[in-house]
C-alpha cells in the first residue's frame, strides 16, 4: 500500500525513472531471459544495492520505511547517481523522514525593489523567475528579445507554458529546444522537492500533462536542476538567429526566485545581433513616445 506522503511517493518516483534507465549490461549483470521491462528489475537493483528486494521495494512505492544514509548511499551507488542527483535522493528521502507541517507558509512571491533596480541597470536581457518558473519581473532588453511578457495574463507567465506553447514561441524549430525544456522542468523538479504539493507547480505540471505528451515524456525522467546555465538559440526576425549563453542567479528567500541572464560573447556577431536589436527596439520606443506626445 502506497505512503500518503508525498515525499515518499516523489522519492518512489524519482528511484523507478532511474532504475528504468539502467541496463544489465551497464551494472555488469546478465540480461537473462525475456524481460519486461527496459532498465533493471527491482531485485537487481536490491541486489546491487546489497539491500533485501521486498525492502527496495517498499522504499520504491512509497511505503512507511524510513530509509537510513548508509541505505540511501548504497541506493545512489547502485544507481550511478552523479552529485546533483545524489542531494536530491538525500533531500527527498529526509523529508519523508519528518511528519507534514500542519501548514505551510506560501505567502505570494515578491520581487525586492532593490531587485527591481538591478535589472533596469543590466544592459543584458534579465528576468527574474519564481520558484515554479513564474516570470515576476523583467528588463527592457529581456523585452526586445522575448517579447513584451505584460502582454499576457499572469497565470500565464510561466516559463514552461510558454515553452510548450507553440503558437507564442514557435521555438521547436529551434534545435536546442529539447536541452531547454530539460532545463527549465530540472528546475521545476527541485522546486517540487521542497513542496509536492504546492498548488501553483500542480496546475503547471498538470496542465502540461493534459496537453502535452512531450511534456509527460520529458517530465518522466525525473531529472533535476539545482543551478542552471546552457546555450540558447533565438530566432528573431528582426535580426536573425541570436545565440546567447545564459546563467542563473539565486536571489535571497528559502527557497526564492532566481535571476535568469542572457548574455553574448563581447565582439561576437551575435553581440552585435544583440545591440542592433536594442537599437531597433530604443528607436520604436521614441516614435511610439512621440506619437503620444503629439497627439
Known amino acids: 500500500m502506497s505512503s500518503g506522503h508525498p515525499y515518499a511517493r516523489e522519492l518512489g518516483d524519482f528511484l523507478r525513472a532511474r532504475r528504468g534507465r539502467l541496463s544489465p549490461h551497464e551494472v555488469g549483470l546478465e540480461p537473462g531471459g525475456r524481460r519486461r521491462v527496459s532498465g533493471l528489475r527491482r531485485e537487481e537493483l536490491a541486489l546491487l ?12 512505492q512509497g511505503r512507511e520505511v524510513r530509509p537510513s544514509d548508509d541505505v540511501l548511499e548504497a541506493i545512489a551507488g547502485a544507481l550511478g547517481l552523479d552529485g546533483e542527483e545524489c542531494r536530491h535522493l538525500f533531500a527527498l528521502a529526509r523529508a519523508a523522514r519528518r511528519p507534514l507541517p500542519g501548514r505551510v507558509d506560501r505567502a505570494p512571491e515578491r520581487v525586492p525593489e532593490s531587485t527591481r533596480r538591478l535589472l533596469r541597470v543590466v544592459d543584458t536581457p534579465a528576468v527574474v523567475l519564481g520558484r515554479h518558473l513564474d516570470v515576476l519581473d523583467w528588463n527592457p532588453m529581456a523585452e526586445a528579445l522575448l517579447g513584451d511578457p505584460g502582454d499576457r495574463s499572469p497565470d500565464r507567465l510561466n516559463m514552461l507554458l510558454l515553452l510548450f506553447d507553440d503558437a507564442v514561441t514557435g521555438e521547436r524549430s529551434c534545435p536546442d529546444w529539447e536541452r531547454q525544456a530539460l532545463d527549465y522542468i530540472g528546475m521545476m523538479r527541485a522546486a517540487v522537492a521542497t513542496d509536492p504539493t504546492h498548488p501553483r507547480a500542480a ?76 537599437s531597433l527596439r530604443a528607436t520604436r520606443s521614441a516614435f511610439v513616445e512621440g506619437r503620444s506626445a503629439g497627439s
Open 203 to 278: 496546475a503547471v505540471v498538470g496542465e502540461l500533462s493534459i496537453r502535452s505528451a512531450e511534456f509527460r515524456r520529458l517530465w518522466a525522467r525525473h531529472d533535476v536542476r539545482e543551478s542552471v546555465s546552457g546555450t540558447k538559440t533565438f530566432r528573431v526576425p528582426e535580426v536573425g538567429d541570436v545565440v546567447l549563453d545564459w546563467d542563473t542567479y539565486p536571489l535571497p528567500g528559502n527557497p526564492g526566485p532566481v535571476m535568469l541572464v542572457f548574455t553574448a560573447e563581447p565582439g561576437s556577431a551575435d553581440a552585435d545581433r544583440l545591440e542592433l536589436l536594442a
Open 49 to 60: 544495492a546489497g539491500l533485501s528486494t521486498d525492502y527496495y521495494q517498499r522504499i520504491e
